[in-house]
C-alpha cells in the first residue's frame, strides 16, 4: 500500500509543478502519441480510483506490466471489485487486467483515516501552491520574500514586504483562492524592502525558471489564465484568455456582473498587462 501512496504523491507534486510552470501546455493535445510507461499507468489507475466515490485507492495494490495491469485488495461487494477492473482498463496504455480482488461482504477498510489524511494534504498543497503562484505573477508583490503553507485548509503568509499595502494585499489574495478557508497573515513590514518593479520580475522570472521573455504575450496569457483557475468566485475554465502587445482579451460567459468584475480585477493584476479588454466576457442572461 505503501508503495502505491508515495507514487500518487508523487505524480500530484508533478501535477502541480506542471501546472504553474511557465511553459504549461496540454501535453495530451501537443503530442496525442505520448508513450506511458508502466509505472505512469500504475499512477493513473490509482489516481483514477481515487476519483470515484465509491472506491477508495488505498484498499489495492497495483501493478503494470507491458500494458497489463494487475489489481490486488480486499472489497465488500463483487461490483466494486468490477468496477476497479473497468476503471483500470479505461486508462491508455492498459490493454487487460487480471483481477486479484477479494470479496468479504461486510469489509471495512482500516486506510481511511490514510485516504482522508491524503486527500486534506492535496488538497492543502494544491492551495499553497495556488497561493504562492498568485504572489509570484502579481505586479505589486514581491512574492519570492513570501514564504506559503496550509494546514487543513488555513494558509499562514509569513515573511517581508515593503508597505501595509503589499501585506493587505496579499492577504486577499490568498483568501480569494480555491481551498483557501482561513488567512492567518504573518507578514511584517520593512519599508526599507521596496525594489524597482523591474528586478522583482526579473527574480520571478528565475525563480519560476522562465527560458524566454518574463512579460512576453504567451507568458502573461498563461499567468491570467493560471489567476483565473485560481481565483474563488471565478469560472476560470470558462473564460479563454488571449494577449497581444500587453493586451489581454477575455472571452466567454460568466453567471452575473460581479464574477465578470472580479475576472477582470485578477487579470489586470498581473505582471506585465498593460490593459484588460473584456468586451467579449459575456454575463449569462
Known amino acids: 500500500m505503501y508503495t502505491t501512496y508515495a507514487k500518487c504523491i508523487t505524480l500530484t507534486a508533478m501535477a502541480l509543478m506542471i501546472a504553474?510552470?511557465?511553459?504549461?501546455?496540454?501535453?495530451?493535445?501537443?503530442?496525442?502519441?505520448?508513450?506511458?510507461?508502466?509505472?505512469?499507468?500504475?499512477?493513473?489507475?490509482?489516481?483514477?480510483?481515487?476519483?470515484?466515490p465509491h472506491l477508495n485507492p488505498f484498499s489495492f495494490d497495483i501493478e503494470v506490466s507491458d500494458g497489463e495491469a494487475t489489481l490486488h485488495g480486499t472489497v465488500d461487494e463483487d461490483i466494486k471489485r468490477d468496477l476497479a477492473e473497468e476503471i483500470a482498463l479505461s486508462v491508455d496504455g492498459v490493454e487487460s487486467v487480471v483481477n486479484n480482488i477479494e470479496v468479504e461482504p461486510g469489509h471495512i477498510g482500516d486506510e481511511e483515516p490514510a485516504r482522508r489524511t491524503f486527500e486534506q494534504t492535496v488538497t492543502d498543497t494544491t492551495a499553497s501552491t495556488a497561493v504562492k503562484s498568485k504572489l509570484l505573477w502579481n505586479?505589486?508583490?514581491?512574492?519570492?520574500?513570501?514564504?506559503?503553507?496550509?494546514?487543513?485548509?488555513?494558509?499562514?503568509?509569513?515573511?517581508?514586504?515593503?508597505?501595509?499595502?503589499?501585506?493587505?494585499?496579499?492577504?486577499?489574495?490568498?483568501?480569494?483562492?480555491?481551498?483557501?478557508?482561513?488567512?492567518?497573515?504573518?507578514?511584517?513590514?520593512?519599508?526599507?524592502?521596496?525594489?524597482?518593479?523591474?528586478?522583482?520580475?526579473?527574480?520571478?522570472?528565475?525563480?519560476?525558471?522562465?527560458?524566454?521573455?518574463?512579460?512576453?504575450?504567451?507568458?502573461?496569457?498563461?499567468?491570467?489564465?493560471?489567476?483565473?483557475?485560481?481565483?474563488?468566485?471565478?469560472?476560470?475554465?470558462?473564460?479563454?484568455?488571449?494577449?497581444?502587445?500587453?493586451?489581454?482579451?477575455?472571452?466567454?460567459?460568466?453567471?452575473?456582473?460581479?464574477?465578470?468584475?472580479?475576472?477582470?480585477?485578477s487579470a489586470e493584476g498581473v505582471r506585465g498587462v498593460q490593459s484588460v479588454d473584456a468586451s467579449n466576457l459575456m454575463v449569462r442572461d
Not at 25 to 42: G, L
Not at 181 to 199: A, M
Not at 201 to 207: K, N, S, V
Open 20 to 52: 504553474v510552470s511557465p511553459g504549461f501546455q496540454d501535453v495530451s493535445a501537443s503530442e496525442p502519441d505520448w508513450e506511458w510507461t508502466d509505472a505512469r499507468r500504475e499512477g493513473a489507475i490509482w489516481s483514477s480510483l481515487a476519483l470515484n
Open 139 to 265: 505586479r505589486n508583490l514581491q512574492g519570492l520574500d513570501i514564504q506559503v503553507s496550509t494546514d487543513e485548509g488555513v494558509t499562514t503568509l509569513s515573511g517581508i514586504v515593503g508597505s501595509e499595502e503589499e501585506r493587505d494585499l496579499a492577504g486577499e489574495l490568498a483568501r480569494n483562492t480555491r481551498g483557501v478557508d482561513e488567512v492567518h497573515n504573518e507578514l511584517t513590514v520593512d519599508t526599507g524592502l521596496e525594489r524597482p518593479v523591474e528586478e522583482a520580475a526579473e527574480e520571478t522570472e528565475e525563480a519560476v525558471g522562465q527560458v524566454t521573455d518574463a512579460l512576453s504575450d504567451g507568458w502573461i496569457s498563461t499567468k491570467v489564465k493560471g489567476v483565473l483557475l485560481f481565483t474563488e468566485n471565478v469560472p476560470g475554465r470558462a473564460i479563454q484568455v488571449s494577449t497581444t502587445d500587453g493586451v489581454v482579451e477575455l472571452t466567454g460567459v460568466v453567471d452575473s456582473a460581479a464574477e465578470r468584475d472580479l475576472a477582470v480585477e
